[in-house]
């Protein structure tokens, strides 16, 4: 089955400063990766997704770009704020029929 | 916006009591899930569903029964529950497999 490792549990940070959140993943066919945000008392929602190897996709200011000769789908963002204090997760899909969330990396942003 | 609608939101329930944990979406999407969240394990699977009258399997099945009446139906059954359940349940539907995936408000589920 697939399989998800998120590195950081919490990253804490200035507002302002750039952030990278790492995500390698384990499949049995090529995936779909995903990345989910969860703010406070909330539901997740998707973030952004990608199958295209070394393509870089974006929303809302956050980019990540898969490549799947290192099997990494690590999230960017240049200039965090406030509002992107949140849990977030990575998700890879191969088999087509569902998602595996990794643990989750809580991003805390400090005035 | 996909709606996915889950009650109640809040339950509290006795060791060994019976639940059921509801869930309905009106996106006419084929999947729905049932996951759990807790903190330091992140969002895990319990049971997911094809379609009405089909059921697999997640990855934390043991304690649960689900069971999709129709396409749009998708019920969580505790029948002995456990204060290792007491958790935050979340519904969730897709189109496909590999499509995004819409959550519902989550249940928040204590077992004392």
């Known amino acids: 089955g697939d399989s998800v490792t998120q590195t950081e549990g919490l990253v804490t940070l200035t507002k302002g400063l750039p952030v990278m959140l790492n995500c390698t993943y384990q499949t049995t066919y090529s995936p779909f990766l995903f990345w989910y945000v969860q703010h406070l008392n909330e539901a997740p929602k998707l973030l952004l997704k990608s199958s295209t190897d070394n393509k870089r996709t974006e929303h809302q200011g956050f980019y990540a770009t898969l490549h799947k000769s290192s099997s990494s789908f690590h999230l960017q963002k240049s200039s965090v704020q406030l509002s992107d204090s949140a849990l977030y997760f990575c998700a890879p899909n191969s088999a087509g029929n569902k998602l595996t969330f990794g643990i989750g990396t809580r991003v805390l942003v400090r005035p | 916006e996909a709606a996915v609608t889950q009650s109640p939101r809040n339950k509290v329930t006795v060791t060994g009591g019976n639940v059921t944990l509801s869930c309905r979406q009106t996106?006419?999407?084929?999947?729905m899930y049932w996951y759990r969240q807790d903190t330091g394990h992140g969002l895990r699977l319990i049971h997911y569903s094809y379609g009405a009258g089909n059921l697999q399997i997640g990855d934390v099945p043991d304690g649960y029964k689900a069971t999709r009446t129709t396409q749009e139906d998708f019920f969580l059954l505790l029948e002995l529950a456990s204060p290792s359940q007491t958790s935050l349940y979340f519904c969730?539907?897709?189109?496909?497999?590999?499509?995004?995936?819409?959550f519902g408000k989550g249940t928040r589920l204590t077992v004392v």
């Open positions: 969730a539907s897709s189109v496909r497999g590999d499509t995004e995936v819409f």
């Open positions: 996106n006419s999407h084929n999947y």
